[in-house]
């Protein structure tokens, strides 16, 4: 097989769209390039084909297996369809001809068109894309996928379609943006008119499936000496708020800190939309709903956090505190559920201590703001702040832990102590206290071996 010409072609993925010519007549620029690759296939009879292959195929598969592109049965049911149309078509192309068609046309029909290749290349960390412009972020890098582009924007509408269908949530003119789990478990947000201005766009966020503890260490994300220090605080139950900015790699980090969790504690997660991939045997998950024209009845984190309470975990983690449920985690935290964790957006640990506070606020409890500083510090023990940085690299920045409160310019603030902080000079992270008041019990209830010691 030709694997050069399938990698052209397979590029494309469906990507091709309609240009006026301005003569009055519609070329499409895929279909020519594939003529003009394969003999004996003219533009007319590959559309020709497409057009047998798409009615075959929603005549053979089932639902549920139009969801699923890559399945060999149904790349095998697609590969018959496609030798039985050239067939009956009079088209008697080649064994790699015919793949390319294979590959091309599962994408376009079955799968996620041009950014169908990006789902199986397990370096692609972020999809952006229009209708004419597909973004890739590979090694935190972000560029251009050259000559990757939808048809039209009726092409990208189907696709995002395709992508929600097993999702169950739904994105049209009365709810024209959406938040979803994908299949494979990328997290994706879309937008259609009116509310994106130029056309349908969506983002996808992609989780490597290998990012392990190991290779956290192994990419310098943070340093042995440091995931001793967290697997020590997850074990002596320290709750733990991870903060960064967009990006950043608090999903990754939380992912690998749970994973020091002892196997006999039960875990509850709470998460909107779900994309924790936690390595425990012992998690029950809930993930919040928005209301829908079908269903108005929106369950939202905070509903999930206070029905957790209920549910005799050990441990509870909301995958992303925005608003309110800040509140019910911080009481959870307070209330017998320790080494509980959370994320949170934030430029810095200090800045993610003020947030919290500002999403508890929007719980309307009608706490004062110094009753809610004084909950948060109760709370929270131990901040660890990630960012991406001016490289694309995603690393542990600093570790804080909470030190009480302090009052500055008659204001009340979280009082932080920081621990350990990322060294530009050697790219090393270095343990920066002169006093811990935690040591103890990471020594004797986490096992952790003071690195000054």
Known sequence: M????IRKLAQKCGGYYIEDTGAGERSDPYASEISATIPGLTEEKYKEIRAYVQTALSNILRPEERTRSRDPIVRSKLKSIVMRGLLEKGLPLGESAAQVLVEELGNDLLGYGPIEPFFYDPEVTEIKASRDIVRIEKHGIERIAEGVRFRSEEHIRDVLERMLAPTGRKIDMANPKVNARLIDG????AHIPPVAVHGAMFTIRRFRKDMTVDNLIKRNVMSLQVVDFLKAGVVSKQNIVISGGTSSGKTTVLNCVASFIPEEESIITIEDPAELQLQHTNVRSLEAKPATADNRIEITQRDLVVDALRMAPKRIIVGECRAGETFDMLQAMNTGHKGSLTTAHANSARH???????MVQMAKMEIPYDGIVEQAADAVDIFIHVLKDRTGRRRLDHICEVAGVERSEGVLNVKLNT???YNP???????VAEKFQRREAFIEEGGWVDCRA
């Open 2 to 5: 030709d694997q050069e010409l």
């Open 186 to 189: 990328s997290r994706m947000i």
């Open 352 to 358: 993610c201590t003020r947030r919290l506070v500002n």
């Open 419 to 421: 621990l350990w902080q």
């Open 425 to 431: 000079k050697t790219d090393t992270f270095d343990w």
